[in-house]
C-alpha cells in the first residue's frame, strides 16, 4: 500500500518554481518603479525648460544675451527700488535656472546649456537653445527646448 502526500523533492519542486516566479514579478515591479522615476524626473525637467523658455520669451529685449549670461559669473539679484535692465534680468534668469537644475537634480549630474543658435537660410530665425541633461536610471537623457530669439514678424 503506497502512502499518500507529497515527497520532500516535491515540495522543493513547487518551492522553487514559486520562488521564480515570484523573483520575475519583483523584477518586473523594479524595473516599473525605475521607469516611473524616470517618467517623474523628465516631466520636472519639461516643465524647469518650460518656465525657462517663458522667461527668455518675457525678456526678448536681451535675447542673444541668455546665452551670454550662461557663461558668465553667478548674478546678484536686482534691487527691489531699482528695476532690473535686460541684461541683469538674463543673468538672474540663467542662475535661477541653474540653482533649479541642481535642486531638482541633486547630486552634480546635472548639466545646463543656454546655447544662441545663429538662422541659417533666408527663412530662419535666430534662437535660444535650452538644454538640460541629467542621470537617469540607466542612461543619461537630455531635453532641449529652442525659443525664438526675436519675435517673428508677419509678413
Not at 516599473?32 to 523628465?42: F, K, S, T, V, Y
Not at 543673468?91 to 546635472?110: E, H, N, Y
Amino acid at each position: 500500500m503506497r502512502a499518500r502526500g507529497f515527497t520532500l523533492v516535491e515540495a522543493l519542486v513547487a518551492l522553487l518554481v514559486l520562488s521564480t516566479g515570484l523573483l520575475g514579478a519583483w523584477s518586473l515591479q523594479l524595473s516599473g518603479l525605475r521607469a516611473h522615476n524616470d517618467a517623474i524626473r523628465h516631466a520636472a525637467a519639461m516643465e524647469l525648460l518650460r518656465d525657462m523658455a517663458e522667461r527668455v520669451r518675457a525678456n526678448a529685449a536681451a535675447g542673444s544675451r541668455y546665452a551670454a549670461a550662461s557663461s558668465a559669473a553667478p548674478a546678484s539679484s536686482c534691487a527691489a527700488a531699482s528695476p532690473c535692465s535686460p541684461e541683469e534680468l538674463a543673468a538672474v534668469d540663467v542662475a535661477w535656472f541653474a540653482a533649479r537644475a541642481a535642486a531638482l537634480f541633486p547630486g552634480g549630474d546635472t548639466a545646463t546649456l543656454l546655447e544662441f543658435v545663429p538662422a541659417t537660410g533666408p527663412a530662419g530665425s535666430d534662437d535660444i537653445a535650452i538644454s538640460l541633461e541629467w542621470r537617469g536610471a540607466r542612461e543619461r537623457h537630455v531635453a532641449t527646448v529652442h525659443v525664438p530669439a526675436a519675435r517673428p514678424v508677419a509678413g
